[in-house]
Structures are given as structure tokens and as C-alpha cells.
């Protein structure tokens, strides 16, 4: 939990943009971007690129590689539509807005989607990390499901509260990742932030027509 740089270090304000979130950093990193907060970050950001009208497998594989996947990423069609599935069932983990029905979305979730714990290197590719799908070569909705699950369910372990939320203005889907002490967030960016302060002074009697 000590991510110097990257989308998702604990202190850093992320601001979520769904199709091109921030880079993970340097190649040297191999670990950071294996880690929980990491790989929930990169949940909420394959969420929302999924979430888009007709995503293209080229637009998934760019927020794949942004998130550090070294691999080549091969998605065809059928990958995104079975990708978008999954992303719809993981919105349920954002949309809890208490721990209670995080863990219980999750616990839903893994006991359908998640085989047994395991742990590999990617034939020595990264740094020893969890997986909870059947194995390497999972097709890519089951892995999205399994890790996602696993790495949400270690934010819920760590801080007793949601892992994420979605955003709360009513013209926009993207969920993002809650973590680190400060005020609660409730957009999902500052450009989310901004128009809903702007409409709520709008509204206001009085206000600016
Ligand atoms: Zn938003």
C-alpha cells in the first residue's frame, strides 16, 4: 500500500477518465502494479471503457497495457461483449454504498465467478501475485471477474468500507476506486465535480438562469 506513483497510489486524487487513465510508470514497477490498489484502479477503468458505446477491442487493450499488461493483448469482439457482462455484474461492488453490501455483492460474485486461490509469476514474467482464475490463459471475462474480485475484496479487508462508488452525477456511469483517509469522493472526476457544483448554483433560487 505504498504505491509511489502510479493510478492508484493511496494518496494521489484519481481522477478516472475512462479511456485513457494514467500509465502505471515505469517498467521497473513490477510489483506496484501487481498490488490490490493497482488492479482495482485498473477494474474501475476497464468498468468504464467497457461502459462505453461499442468499445473496441483496440480501446480495452489500451487501458490493459496502460495498466502495465506486457503481454501482447489479443481481444476479439466476442472478448469485449463478455467483457462487458462482467463489467456489468462488477458494478454491483460500486454501487454498495456500504461495506455490508460490498462484501456481500462480492462474496456473490466470487463464489459464481472465482475458482481456488493461486498464485503465480506469468512463467517468471512479474512478481509472485494471487490469481483466481482457473489459469494463465483464462479467457479474458473470467480473469477480468476473478481479479477484480480479488483485489476488491482486499480493499474491503483493509478498510472496512466500499471499495469504490459510482459517480454521483445522474449524467454519468463511471465508478472509481475509494481509498485513503480525507474527504469522502463522491465524482468520479474533477470535470464531474465541477458541473454538478455548477448546476446545483444554477438551481439555486436566485441563482443565474
Ligand atoms: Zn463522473
Redesign the pocket.
Known amino acids: 500500500m505504498t504505491a509511489a506513483h502510479g493510478p492508484a497510489g493511496p494518496d494521489t486524487p484519481a481522477t478516472p477518465a475512462p479511456a485513457t487513465p494514467a500509465p502505471v510508470g515505469r517498467a521497473g514497477d513490477w510489483v506496484t502494479r501487481h498490488s490490490a490498489p493497482t488492479t482495482a484502479a485498473r477494474t474501475a477503468a476497464l468498468v468504464n471503457v467497457l461502459a462505453q458505446d461499442d468499445p473496441t477491442p483496440e480501446a480495452v487493450a489500451a487501458v490493459l497495457r496502460a495498466y502495465g499488461e506486457a503481454h501482447p493483448v489479443e481481444l476479439t469482439e466476442r472478448d469485449v461483449a463478455r467483457m462487458r457482462t462482467a463489467a456489468d455484474l462488477l458494478r454491483e461492488v460500486f454501487a454498495a454504498e456500504h461495506v455490508d453490501g460490498a462484501a456481500a455483492a462480492l462474496d456473490r460474485l466470487l463464489r459464481e465467478h472465482a475458482g481456488p486461490l493461486r498464485l503465480t509469476t506469468h512463467g517468471g514474467t512479474g512478481p509472485w501475485h494471487p490469481h483466481l482464475d482457473r489459469d494463465d490463459d483464462a479467457p479474458w471475462d473470467e480473469w477480468l471477474l476473478a481479479s477484480s474480485c480479488l483485489a476488491l475484496t482486499v480493499l474491503v479487508w483493509n478498510h472496512q468500507r466500499p471499495p469504490g462508488r459510482t459517480?454521483?452525477?445522474p449524467t454519468?456511469?463511471?465508478v472509481f476506486v475509494t481509498q485513503g483517509p480525507g474527504p469522502e469522493r463522491r465524482?468520479?472526476?474533477r470535470?464531474?465535480a465541477t458541473r454538478e457544483r455548477v448546476a446545483a448554483h444554477r438551481r439555486r433560487p436566485g441563482g443565474p438562469a
Open positions: 459517480c454521483a452525477s454519468c456511469r463511471n465524482y468520479c472526476s470535470r464531474c
